[in-house]
């Protein structure tokens, strides 16, 4: 599988800029996983019990629950919809072991096709990135963050497992220019 990751411009508007770095690291962290078996996307680091397999299923939750759920007050999609979230609250980081490295690359993916259609309808009616999100982030606070707050949050979800990645990857087969 190849990946392309573009480098964020130097000069953008705000909205371009944001969905510049988000694009970035989305293919970052798929190229952190990129080349691997599916036994080596289940090596921990320990004493983290985190994995890049479990990372790719977690970004593609987030991905799905900021912008498909809060954003555009979607239902949530398979599997997270089934998922035994009062059993297992890492469920995401967990059901992923054993998965194939396909699988979970092609639901991260999948993930981030959705949340750019609804971020794009999001961008479309003119609110800008000021706009609330459909669903309150804290419901008993009545809490709603703006859609630039998500941007931002994703940028930093995942240049925070960003690093993860690399100290994972590195464990596994030494490779640290990806």
């Keep these: 599988m190849t990946i392309e990751r573009t480098h964020p411009p130097a000069a953008s508007d705000e ?8 694009d970035h690291y989305r293919a970052t ?10 036994a080596q996307l289940d090596q921990a680091l320990p004493p983290s019990d985190l994995t890049l397999g479990g990372m790719l299923k977690h970004l593609a939750f987030v991905e799905d629950y900021w912008f498909s759920y809060n954003l ?22 967990h059901s992923a072991s054993g998965a194939a490295h396909a699988e979970l690359d092609a639901l991260l993916v999948e993930a981030i096709e959705r949340s750019d259609r609804c971020l794009d309808a999001a961008l479309a009616d003119g609110r800008g990135l000021d706009q609330q999100v459909a669903r309150p982030r804290d419901p008993a606070k009545g809490e709603t963050v703006t859609l630039r707050w998500v941007l931002v949050h994703m940028v930093e979800e995942y240049c925070r497992h960003a690093g993860h990645a690399d100290l994972l990857r590195q464990s596994i087969d030494g490779a640290t220019d990806v």
């Design 29 to 38: 962290l798929r190229m952190q996983a990129s080349g691997l078996t599916d």
């Design 72 to 93: 555009a007050a979607r239902e949530p999609s398979p599997p997270w919809d089934t998922a035994p979230w009062d059993d297992d609250p890492d469920w995401d980081w």
């Design 15 to 22: 909205v371009g800029m944001l969905r510049a770095f988000l």
